[in-house]
C-alpha cells in the first residue's frame, strides 16, 4: 500500500442511509483513481463515527474490485477474538485476498461501557486477542488459555487466503508501541501527531522490532487537503479542519501540543502545519517526502472527509485531483 482512503463519517454527517452511500461512492472513487486501500474505523458510542467497521468494508468491497479492504483501526478488545478471526477472514475471501486488518486497544472509556467490556483490560485483552486470531488464521484448530479468553479445540472457517496475513496495530503510548513490534506487521499513527513525534515513535517502534527478529512496517494516518491555492483550501476545508483537530484533543487523542490548554487555544495553522496534509500539489509532495525522510514513513492513510464535511462533491474533487498530481511523484 502506498496511498490508502479513510472514511469517518458517522450519523453527525447526515442521514445514516445516506452517509453510508456516499462512503461508497468514495470508495468507488479510491478504486477508480487507483487509490490502495478503502478503509473503515470506528467509535462505539460517538455520533462522529460509525460502528461497525467490518459491516462497512463488506459493503465496500462488494463495491470495489482492487482496493484493499478492512480496517484501521477496529477496536479488537471490544470483540471475541475467533468472531473478530472469522469475520476478518470472511472479508479477504469475498475481497479475494484484499483484507487490510488494522487494530487498536482503544483510549476511550465510552466505548467499552457501550459494550459492557471493563476498559481496565484493554491492554490485556488487546495482546491476547491478537494472538488468538494468529493462531486462528494459522491451525486447523487451536486451544488458547489466558486471563480473558480460553478456547478449546475450535477452528475458523474459513482462513483468510494467506495464511500470513497481516496484522497492523494503532499505538501511541509507549507500551502500545512495544506490542505493535512484538504482535503485529505494521504500526499505525494516530491522525494529528506532529512530524516530530511520529517520527519519535516510528524509531522506537522499529527499534524493538528489530530487537524482536519481527518485520515493522510504517502506516501514517493524515487528514488530506489537496488545493489549487491557500486560500481555497482554508475556505472548502479549513472549518472542518480546525472543529476535527478541536475534538480529538477533546477526546484525549493529541498530546504533543505544549502550551495549548483548551481546544479553542488550537488554531488551523497548529493543525497544518505538519500534521495534516494541507496544500496545493507542490505542498502536500513535499510534505510526503518530508514525512517519509523524517519519520520512514511506508504507507499513509489519508482522510478527505471529516464527520462535518466538506461536502461530497468537493472530496470527489481533491481525491482526483491528490491521485492526478500527487500520487504518482510522492
Keep these: 500500500m502506498g496511498f490508502g482512503v479513510l472514511f469517518t463519517q458517522g450519523t453527525i454527517s447526515g442521514d445514516p442511509h445516506l452517509v453510508g452511500q456516499e462512503i461508497l461512492e468514495q470508495a468507488a472513487a479510491a478504486d477508480r483513481l487507483g487509490f490502495d486501500a478503502a478503509l473503515t474505523t470506528e467509535h462505539k458510542y460517538s455520533p462522529e463515527y460509525f ?8 459493503a465496500i468491497a462488494a463495491r ?7 480496517t484501521s483501526i477496529a477496536i479488537a478488545p471490544l470483540y471475541n477474538p475467533v468472531e473478530l478471526a472469522q469475520d476478518a477472514a470472511m472479508l479477504d475471501q469475498l475481497s479475494g ?7 487498536g486497544a ?3 472509556e465510552e466505548d467499552f461501557t457501550t459494550v459492557g ?3 481496565a483490560e484493554r491492554a490485556g485483552r488487546m495482546d491476547e486477542g491478537v494472538r488468538v486470531i494468529r493462531e486462528a488464521w494459522t491451525r486447523e484448530r487451536f486451544s488458547f488459555r489466558g486471563e480473558h479468553y480460553s478456547f478449546t479445540d475450535v477452528s ?3 482462513k483468510p487466503r494467506r495464511p500470513g496475513t497481516a496484522i497492523h496495530l494503532g499505538a501511541w503510548t509507549p507500551g502500545g508501541l512495544r506490542r505493535a513490534a512484538r504482535l503485529g506487521d ?3 499513527s494516530n491522525a494529528l501527531m506532529s512530524a516530530d513525534t511520529m517520527a519519535g515513535m516510528a524509531a522506537a517502534y522499529r527499534a524493538e522490532a528489530r530487537r524482536l527478529g519481527r518485520p515493522s512496517r510504517v502506516t501514517a494516518v493524515r487528514f488530506c487537503w489537496p488545493c489549487r491555492s491557500r486560500e481555497q483550501g482554508v475556505r472548502d476545508f479549513g472549518e472542518t479542519a480546525l472543529a476535527m483537530i478541536r475534538t480529538l484533543w477533546e477526546y484525549g487523542a493529541i498530546g504533543d501540543m505544549p502550551g495549548v490548554s483548551s481546544a479553542a487555544d488550537i488554531t488551523l495553522e497548529d493543525a497544518v502545519r505538519d500534521r495534516m496534509l494541507f496544500g496545493t500539489p507542490d505542498e502536500i509532495a513535499a510534505s510526503v517526502e518530508g514525512f517519509r525522510a523524517k519519520a520512514g514513513v511506508d504507507d499513509f492513510l489519508l482522510i478527505f472527509r471529516h464527520p462535518t464535511g466538506p461536502a461530497l462533491k468537493p472530496v470527489l474533487d481533491a481525491m ?3 491521485a492526478a498530481e500527487i500520487a504518482g511523484r510522492a
Design 320 to 322: 482526483e485531483l491528490f
Design 51 to 58: 460502528g461497525s467497521p467490518l459491516h462497512l468494508a463488506y
Design 64 to 70: 470495489t474490485e482492487r482496493v484493499r479492504v478492512g
Design 106 to 108: 482503544g483510549y476511550l
Design 117 to 119: 467490556v471493563p476498559f
Design 186 to 188: 505494521g504500526w499505525i
Design 97 to 103: 485476498g484484499r483484507l487490510f486488518l488494522g487494530l
Design 156 to 158: 475458523v472457517i474459513p
